[in-house]
C-alpha cells in the first residue's frame, strides 16, 4: 500500500502536475490521521472493555463477600438477642427468692457469651486499591462507600464496648462459677453469694441493655444495609 502512493506521488512529480500532487498530499494525510484516530477509538473501546470487565468482576467479587457477611450479620443479631433475653432471665432469677435450679445454667452461659462480627475486607480493599471510580453507578460506590465506611464502623463501636467489658466479665466467672462451658452452660458456685454481689448483678444489667442494642443494630441496620447492597450488586451485574 504504502509503495502503491509512493509509484502515485513520483508519477505527479514527474509530470509536473504539482496542483495535483498537493491534493493528494493532503488527501494522503488526512487518511494518515483518519487511520490514526480509527486506532485510537479501536484502542479506547479495549481499554473500555477491559475496565468494564474489571469492575464486573469487582462486583462479583463483593458481591460473595458480602453474602457470606450477611450469614454472620444474622448469626451475630440471633447470638445478641440470645444474650439479651438470658440476661434478662438471670436478673430476674436473682432478684427473687426462688432456689437455684439447673435450667438457669445455660441462661448465666448465654448472657455472658462472647460473639463478633467479621466482616470479609479483603475485595473492598481490593476495590479501593484499583479505585472506587471503577464503579461508574454513583449510587451504587456511594453505597458501597457507606456499608464499610460507616456502617461497619457503626457496629464496632457497640462490639467494641462489649469487649471492653470482657476483663470484667472473666473475673466475675473465676469467683462465681466452677464450671464454665462456653456455648453450653454455667454454674455458679454459691447462688446465693451471686445474688449479692452488686458488681455482677451491674454487669448483667449492662450486658442486657448493650447486646439489645447490638441485636437491632445487625438486625436492622446492618441486616438491610447489607441486604440493599447485594441487591443493587446484583442489578448492577445483570445490567453489565
Known amino acids: 500500500m504504502i509503495k502503491f502512493f509512493r509509484l502515485i506521488r513520483q508519477h505527479l512529480l514527474a509530470e509536473n502536475k504539482f496542483g495535483k500532487y498537493v491534493l493528494y498530499a493532503i488527501g494522503e494525510i488526512a487518511l494518515v490521521v483518519i487511520g490514526i484516530l480509527i486506532a485510537l477509538s479501536v484502542n479506547n473501546n479495549n481499554e473500555l472493555r477491559k475496565l468494564q470487565q474489571l469492575e464486573t468482576k469487582s462486583l462479583q467479587e463483593l ?14 443479631a440471633k447470638r445478641h438477642k440470645n444474650a439479651q433475653l ?28 462472647i460473639t463478633v462480627f467479621l ?11 484499583r479505585g472506587l471510580d471503577l464503579i461508574e453507578n454513583d449510587s451504587l460506590r456511594n453505597e458501597i462507600s457507606k456499608y464499610y465506611e460507616q456502617d461497619i464502623k457503626y457496629a464496632f463501636v457497640f462490639e467494641d464496648a462489649n469487649i471492653q467489658g470482657w476483663p470484667m466479665k472473666f473475673e466475675l466467672i473465676l469467683d462465681h ?58 442489578k448492577e451485574i445483570t445490567k453489565g
Open 119 to 129: 466482616p470479609n475486607l479483603g475485595p473492598y480493599e481490593t476495590l479501593k486499591a
Open 86 to 113: 438470658s440476661a434478662e432471665i438471670v436478673l430476674e432469677a436473682l432478684n427473687t427468692d426462688h432456689p437455684y435450679h439447673d435450667s438457669l445454667s445455660i441462661h448465666f452461659e448465654r448472657s455472658t457469651n
Open 177 to 234: 462459677f466452677d464450671e464454665f462451658k462456653m456455648f453450653n452452660s454455667a454454674t455458679p458456685v454459691d447462688f446465693e453469694k451471686l445474688k449479692n454481689d452488686r458488681r455482677f448483678i451491674s454487669y448483667i444489667k449492662l450486658t442486657s441493655n448493650l447486646r439489645g442494642i447490638e441485636s437491632n443494630v445487625y438486625a436492622n441496620r446492618m441486616h438491610n444495609s447489607c441486604s440493599k447492597l447485594i441487591e443493587l450488586i446484583e
Open 63 to 76: 458481591k460473595r463477600a458480602l453474602e457470606l457477611d450477611l450469614s454472620d450479620i444474622n448469626y451475630n
